[in-house]
């Protein structure tokens, strides 16, 4: 089955192979997909670029969110390629690494509206930029994680910004969903990834769910590159505004 044949599908969060986001497009390219990686800055210029080579007729453009001319020129670089997108990929999110431990109550000024830009706001403006390009309908979706709705340890500002993303996601589907463009989000369970590094006692945090979690493993990232198929395909064409989780059932659980 060729679930995403001939879609055109923009992927921005890919730092390094084990990034979420390049699972996602591993999922996306094996039915099909034609791809476009953004990446943050030179620093992962080449890693994105060779892996976006091991991805038949994969492009790659340069884009930092918190800067509105990058937006768009992706934009116009995507209306150029393209002509007609049908799907984003949203990985991307930064705290400070000393907002993620200790006490949210120390959270500075600076670092809640750093995370907030580069977490949640950067989801309202890439839709914004992007959604025109979106003539044919469209799926957009983003990452986010537990701590949205739970106070969990050392996660802090990092879970407010994404109970923001997720009020985001909810906002920009019943604005989009009159195009047919579709947007939800999916909560992964923990996952070694370089942003995770910047938790401290993240090993903790695995442990604790490979304990408690129904399916007692961790979430590998092709499980959420495989929800990620999903929500990019036409089988989840009644779906949008949703949070979908992807942690081995771990958000069930009491404790
Ligand atoms: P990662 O470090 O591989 O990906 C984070 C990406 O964000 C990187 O590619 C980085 O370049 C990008 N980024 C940061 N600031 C940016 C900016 N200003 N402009 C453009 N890009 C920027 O880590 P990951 O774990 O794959 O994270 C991807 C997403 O998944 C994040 O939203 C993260 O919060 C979420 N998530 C991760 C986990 C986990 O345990 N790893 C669990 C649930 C949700």
């Given at each position: 089955m060729n679930l995403v044949a001939g879609k055109n599908i923009v992927v921005?969060?890919?730092?390094?192979d084990r990034s979420i986001a390049?699972?996602?497009?591993?999922?996306?390219?094996?039915?099909?997909?034609?791809?476009?990686?953004?990446?943050?800055?030179?620093?992962?210029?080449?890693?994105?670029?060779?892996?976006?080579?091991?991805?038949?007729?994969?492009?790659?453009?340069?884009?930092?969110?918190?800067v509105d001319e990058d937006i768009d020129r992706l934009a116009e670089s995507l209306k150029e390629q393209f002509g007609v997108l049908h799907g984003i990929v949203h990985s991307i999110a930064f705290a400070k690494t000393e907002e993620l431990e200790g006490?949210?109550?120390?959270?500075?000024?600076?670092?809640?509206?750093?995370?907030?830009?580069?977490?949640?706001?950067?989801?309202v403006a890439v839709a914004q930029k992007l959604y025109p390009l979106m003539t044919e309908g469209g799926?957009?979706?983003?990452?986010?994680?537990?701590?949205?709705e739970r106070a969990m340890k050392?996660?802090?500002?990092m879970g407010v910004a994404k109970a923001a993303?997720?009020?985001?996601?909810?906002y920009l589907a019943n604005d989009l969903g009159q195009f047919n463009i579709r947007v939800n989000a999916i909560s992964a369970g923990p996952i070694r990834t370089l942003a995770a590094k910047g938790i401290k006692d993240f090993n903790s945090i695995l442990r604790q769910v490979e304990e408690k979690?129904?399916?007692?493993?961790?979430?590998?990232?092709?499980?959420v590159g495989d929800t990620a198929l999903f929500l990019m395909s036409h089988l989840s064409r009644g779906i949008t505004g949703e949070v979908i989780y992807v942690d081995n059932g771990y958000h069930i659980v009491g404790v």
């Open positions: 921005m969060g890919v730092a390094n390049w699972a996602i497009a591993q999922s996306l390219a094996s039915q099909g997909a034609r791809l476009v990686f953004t990446y943050e800055n030179e620093r992962v210029e080449e890693r994105v670029r060779k892996l976006a080579e091991t991805i038949p007729n994969a492009a790659i453009l340069p884009c930092n969110v918190t006490l949210f109550v120390g959270t500075s000024r600076e670092g809640f509206a750093l995370a907030h830009d580069i977490s949640a706001y950067s989801l799926s957009i979706m983003t990452m986010t994680y537990l701590g949205a050392n996660y802090n500002v993303l997720e009020a985001s996601v909810r979690a129904p399916l007692r493993r961790t979430t590998e990232t092709a499980e």
